[in-house]
């Protein structure tokens, strides 16, 4: 009895002594809910995979919550190895020198097996720095597309299996829609800033700020004023008044989803991570999908759409030890298997060329999933459709969303909404360089 006792005493002990070898890699992430029980099954797939490491993944909140708690962290030097930051983000999590360690750095340090042409140009091209180098890991990237009810197309007399390709052909079937009677709505949107202004904007190859949208330096400002972008929100405005077109609320437009789920509203603008949730929830109607619509009388339009979601930030501080392991999960999460099961089941983008190569057959028994992928990749980006990276971001977005309800409301047209997020926004830009020159 003892024998057994001491042979099963040691036993633990040997397993216990094995287990606590391992380095612990803290992960903090803003992944509820269906995704966040997916990046766990990733990250269990990684730690069965070696007896190295550990990842340890940890649902901070939202976005912003996750943020946050991060830079409070790294004040209090209880920092995470690594954090889940929204591209919104990008620009301040730059501008916190000696705080990141470059992911480019980290991988060559660590002679991790990295390739950065490996990435598709448009999602690696928001997290890479002036002279080309990736400063963070693209994780979970979306674009915007347009979903839309194929049998309220029927009704109205429209193509089913036709989607608009630009914004009068969008017009006409809104118009089709409300008066024939098949819904009381032609179209609603997610983020009138990420869908109705940022993407617009890289979509018809136009600038929304100064210094390459804001990748050449602090000294970048918003110039997202132009004609473009006015012809823009008069026309939402004016199609907003003719009841084709309905708000869906600021932020992320939130109210937008149910009134394509209740068919009230016929076309929907939103995230490519959506499909899943849209799907689910079409249970009565079939889904169709399209790119976004442009402007046919805008030179080099369309262009690409530019991405959403976020990417892995490395922070300082750490023990070297944990930096081997970070690594070595990056080389793991890049890999196509683990891509194209990721982006299979959330509806965000593969982000290697290779990952996008290996979902051909997904693609093929899913029509439509591909469309944010052939739309980003439409056209290699030009500085104006890299994306943006500026200060204070998180910030300039509600200054977008009350200015378009203030174009709404009537008490500004579209040149003084515009105008006024300009100004606004600006004046934000300068506060950040300042704190960060």
């Not at 002990?13 to 287990?19: T, Y």
């Not at 330096?217 to 006015?230: E, M």
Request: contains cysteine.
């Amino acid at each position: 009895m003892n024998r057994l006792f001491t042979a099963s005493a040691l036993a633990l002990a040997a397993s216990l002594s094995a287990a606590q070898a391992q380095t612990e890699i803290q992960w903090w992430h803003a992944m509820g809910g269906e995704l966040g029980a997916k990046l766990e099954e990733i990250t269990k797939g990684f730690n069965d995979a070696q007896d190295e490491y550990t990842v340890v993944p940890s649902y901070k909140g939202t976005y912003p919550e996750t943020m946050t708690a991060a830079i409070a962290a790294f004040r209090a030097q209880q920092q995470p190895a690594v954090v889940q930051v929204f591209e919104v983000g990008t620009g301040t999590m730059m501008a916190a020198e000696g705080a990141i360690v470059p992911v480019h750095q980290l991988m060559a340090d660590q002679g991790a097996a990295f390739d950065p042409q490996a990435y598709l140009p448009a999602v690696v091209g928001y997290y890479t720095d002036t002279e080309g180098n990736m400063l963070s890991l693209p994780f979970n990237s979306s674009t915007p597309i347009v979903y839309y009810n194929k049998t309220m197309f029927e009704k109205a007399g429209l193509d089913p299996d036709t989607p608009p390709e630009t914004w009068a052909e969008l017009e006409e079937f809104s118009a089709k829609i409300r008066d024939s009677g098949a819904g009381t709505c032609g179209f609603t949107t997610q983020w009138i800033s990420w869908i109705q202004t940022e993407n617009l904007s890289a979509w018809h190859n136009q600038p929304i700020g100064t210094e390459g949208n804001g990748f050449g330096g602090l000294s970048a400002r918003l110039t997202l004023n132009g004609p473009v972008q006015v012809k823009h929100w008069e026309n939402l405005k004016r199609l907003s008044d003719e009841g084709v077109f309905k708000y869906g609320g600021p932020v992320g437009g939130d109210n937008a989803a149910p009134m394509f789920y209740s068919q009230d509203c016929a076309m929907y603008m939103a995230s490519s991570a959506s499909r899943a949730g849209v799907i689910a929830n079409a249970k009565d109607f079939e889904v169709g999908y399209g790119m976004l619509p442009f402007y046919d009388d805008v030179e080099g339009a369309p262009q690409n759409s530019i991405i959403g979601g976020a990417s892995l930030w490395v922070l300082s501080g750490r023990p070297d030890e944990e930096y081997a392991g970070v690594a070595k999960f990056f080389e793991y999460l890049s890999t196509p298997a683990v891509q194209a099961d990721w982006a299979s089941f959330s509806g965000y983008l593969p982000i290697t060329q290779a990952a996008m190569e290996q979902m051909a057959d997904f693609y093929a028994q899913n029509p439509g999933a591909d469309t944010g992928i052939r739309q980003i990749t439409l056209n290699a980006p030009t500085e104006n459709s890299k994306g943006l990276r500026f200060g204070n971001y998180v910030q300039i977005r509600g200054i977008i969303d009350e200015e378009f309800e203030q174009l709404l409301s009537g008490s500004k047209d579209a040149q003084g909404a515009l105008d006024a997020v300009v100004e606004r926004g600006n004046a934000l830009l300068e506060e950040f360089q300042a704190q960060n020159q």
